[in-house]
């Protein structure tokens, strides 16, 4: 098993994932924000669901997802069907305009990423991968599971207590 310091630059380092992350989301086009492109890639991933699936997939509330779900579809990206199984709820569906948009997306991510990877090889980028997958699968559905904080590591002293 790795040392504690290993573990500690680890957590340092995917700290700065969040600094990958907010230059992927600068090409992002101006009327497709980080929240409506998460949508369109889960529709895109997993085909059409109810709203309530959807706010579990982005793992945030339900008045959230009505605000990205909104905003897609206020721009043709895709269209709300009533669900046969519960009239009340609705099925969302990309639409060919959401799918264009979700195409020009990929395509964005992807040159973003050719481009800053350049100087790494093949190998590398697919060792990437598999150790990325390796880490959000060591995770499960980090969705749904509860924050567990480790037990406070003790050091041992060589001292002996002071008697009063």
């Keep these: 098993m790795a040392e504690q310091a290993q ?3 680890l957590a340092r380092q995917l700290s700065a ?3 990958v992350k907010r230059d992927m989301g600068r090409i992002l086009p101006p009327d497709c924000p980080a929240g409506s492109a998460a949508v369109l890639t889960l529709l895109g991933r ?3 669901m109810r709203m309530s699936k959807l706010a579990e997939l982005l793992a ?3 008045s959230v997802t009505s605000r990205h779900v909104a905003h897609v579809a206020a721009r043709g990206w895709i269209e709300r069907h009533p669900d046969p199984a519960d009239k009340r709820s609705r099925i969302l569906r990309l639409t060919p305009e959401g799918l264009e948009q979700l195409v020009e997306l990929s395509r964005r991510t ?3 990423l050719a481009e800053r990877l350049a100087d790494w090889t093949d190998e590398e980028v ?3 991968i598999r150790l990325m997958t390796r880490l959000r699968d060591s995770f499960g559905d980090c969705r749904s599971a509860p924050l567990r904080l480790p ?3 003790l050091e041992e002293t060589t001292r002996t207590p002071a008697s009063t």
């Design 46 to 48: 997993h085909g059409d």
């Design 126 to 128: 697919g060792q990437l």
């Design 7 to 9: 573990f500690e630059e």
């Design 110 to 112: 992807t040159r973003l």
């Design 17 to 19: 994932v969040g600094a």
């Design 60 to 62: 945030v509330d339900m």
């Design 151 to 153: 037990a406070p590591v």
